[in-house]
């Protein structure tokens, strides 16, 4: 009898227990769900009061100050400044760690470099922030005096130098996996290792490096508190990195330092901004997770 | 065209030989770079709080006045926020892990859309989580700008990264470890209890550090839901207003005066110690556990 109660209760707490760690994986849905729809709600609202024409075509953003003025194009290019000049830095240095530590660091030397890059992948951007203000930004001056203080170059070397870490693991795990018979095998052939390595490991892995990079930009993209900090505040529609300007990211957080009311038109366009930076990154994810799938088909 | 064969196929000259060793060095510059940024940067935050930090620093309530300026609301603050987001995210993560490693299918379509969802989240950017806890948990549920809005917030932004890392924790487990437990007639759950979780909480508590202190050091997402930038007490309950170190530390830069720095300069180094001592712990964990099953 008590055997047949125990097993009776224990097959009650499996019930039990399956259905909260069922509910607990429900919240990832859940959370993908209320970010596309709050992002979504708001948005429609927006879009009824600035036309998408102008959104996207007009190089004027003052959407605080009278005469408001929606083009978006600004903090686009603002935004962009930043990616690009953040992936000049981080893509070659984090490439170029990444072949240092698969093909050519000895193991205690690996050791002690890993949580080097581990470390600085675990720097807060905020740091980076006020790395970039206090440090870099002065020595751009010393050598161009005519840059502003707030400047979208030195926002972009800070981000790039935060993003190396990521690159470099990224592109490391991918030459990892290139299996040493196809090493060898050049070696037998009288390469030399710098022919090894651009002739049989980059080209073996290039998928996965290729997807490191969309990952790099994008997190260049999305990231907020360095942009914040030493780029600046205006929205100019210019591709002059020495100028201070606004990205996407910068317009969200600024505007909310003040205390944004929800149902006005400031709070819709944090939630516009919102889900174009959205819709960019999200685009650039599923990107790189195409090209490493698409390679895996391949072999 | 030239066959690959015919392409791999060189002989090792003098000038190949000198290039190897050029390319070589050009790697190493490549990877010093980061290890002297990271020299540089601890060395300027170190020279910029020399003299600011100290326990006047860590004792004292912001103030308009440099000199008087301190951080223990905004550190009161962080220990209260990341305290709780480290209540709800380890469980709801780790249960998260074990519902996709050991109860569902996982060839199952449900199963390869949860991941999906989870891999597609942690690609979001942290600002975007930010609306999401300023619609949900200030404006929904009406939490307003509380310590419950901002921890639930950073929950939803860490919780993809805790699950990853903890069904690599769960997948580690040696498979003849639970079938021994089902062969004695153990339930799935008793399994779960007896042996999984015993054999990968080191794995999950690594994973989960290292996912905290990321959200320790986040402040866009906590701005977005209105930590206030200038909260002179202690606070008492979740549902106060706050403040917390990366905040704190972003109004102070946003200052023009020059005292304004050091005291930002200290208030990093505060944030930075936190990071290193829990990042050691969560690196101690992994190489103390590592290698149990040899």
């Known amino acids: ?299 | 065209m030239k066959s690959y064969y015919e392409k791999l196929h060189t002989y090792n000259t003098k000038p190949k030989r000198i290039l190897n060793r050029l390319f070589y060095f050009l790697l190493l510059i490549m990877m010093m770079f980061s290890v002297f940024v990271l020299g540089v940067l601890l060395y300027t935050v170190i020279r910029d709080s020399w003299g600011w930090f100290d326990w006047q620093f860590i004792t004292s309530m912001p103030s308009r006045k440099a000199e008087n300026a301190g951080i223990y609301s905004a550190l009161l603050g962080s220990i209260w926020t990341i305290g709780l987001t480290a209540l709800f995210s380890i469980p709801i993560g780790a249960g998260t892990a074990v519902y996709l490693e050991e109860y569902s299918d996982q060839t199952s379509r449900l199963n390869k859309f949860i991941q999906l969802n989870i891999s597609n989240l942690a690609g979001i950017p942290s600002i975007v989580y930010g609306m999401l806890g300023l619609t949900v948990f200030v404006r929904m549920l009406s939490f307003d700008r509380s310590i419950l809005s901002g921890a639930l917030t950073l929950t939803l932004l860490i919780l993809p990264v805790i699950i990853v890392s903890s069904q690599e924790a769960i997948r580690s487990v040696p498979k003849n470890l639970k079938e021994a437990s089902f062969a004695v007639g153990m339930t799935r759950w008793q399994t779960i209890t007896g042996v999984v979780l015993p054999f990968s909480i080191p794995g999950i508590l690594t994973g989960s550090i290292l996912a905290i202190s990321r959200a320790m050091g986040e402040a866009a997402p906590l701005i977005m839901v209105g930590a206030a930038g200038y909260v002179a007490f202690k606070p008492e309950s979740i549902f106060d207003a706050f403040t917390t170190l990366p905040i704190q530390i972003f109004n102070w830069t946003s200052r023009p005066q020059e005292e304004f720095q050091h005291i930002a300069a200290a208030g990093i180094l505060l944030l930075l110690i936190f990071l290193l001592v829990s990042n050691a712990i969560a690196i101690i964990l992994r190489n103390k556990y590592q290698n149990r099953i040899d």
Not at chain 1, 3 to 22: L, P
Not at chain 1, 42 to 61: G, L, M, R
Not at chain 1, 131 to 156: G, H
Request: hydrophobic share 50%; proline share 5%; net charge positive.
């Open chain 1, 1 to 299: 009898m008590e055997r047949k109660e125990a097993r009776r209760r224990a097959q009650i707490t499996e019930k039990i227990a399956k259905s909260i760690v069922f509910v607990f994986s429900s919240i990832s849905v859940i959370t993908t769900i209320l970010v596309v729809y709050m992002l979504f709600s708001e948005t429609i609202v927006f879009f009824k009061e600035v036309s998408i024409v102008e959104f996207f075509t007009s190089t004027k953003w003052t959407p605080t100050l009278q005469p408001r003025n929606f083009g978006v194009l600004p903090l686009l290019t603002g935004t962009l400044m930043i990616a690009i000049g953040a992936s000049i830095i981080a893509i070659p240095f984090g490439l170029g760690s990444a072949i240092f530590l698969s093909e050519y660091a000895p193991k205690r030397l690996r050791k002690v470099l890993k949580p080097i890059l581990e470390i600085l992948a675990g720097i807060p951007s905020i740091v980076y922030g006020f790395f970039a203000l206090t440090t870099i930004t002065p020595l751009i001056r010393v050598v161009l005096p005519q840059t502003q203080i707030f400047n979208a170059l030195s926002a972009s070397i800070a981000v790039g130098i935060m993003i190396i870490p990521m690159v470099a693991s990224l592109s490391e795990d991918a030459m990892m996996a290139v299996p040493d018979s196809l090493r060898n095998g050049a070696y037998a052939l009288g390469s030399s290792q710098l022919d090894v390595v651009l002739k049989v490991v980059l080209p073996a892995s290039i998928s996965g490096i290729g997807s490191a990079f969309i990952l790099a930009i994008s997190r260049a993209i999305g990231e907020t508190m360095i942009v914040a900090i030493a780029a600046g505040q205006s929205p100019m529609f210019t591709l002059n990195p020495l100028e201070s300007i606004q990205t996407m990211t910068g317009f969200m957080v600024n505007i909310s330092m003040g205390d944004i009311q929800h149902g006005t038109i400031e709070y819709n366009t944090v939630f516009a901004i919102g889900s174009l930076l959205f819709l960019l990154t999200l685009s650039m994810n599923i990107l790189a997770r195409r090209i490493v799938k698409r390679h895996k088909e391949g072999i």
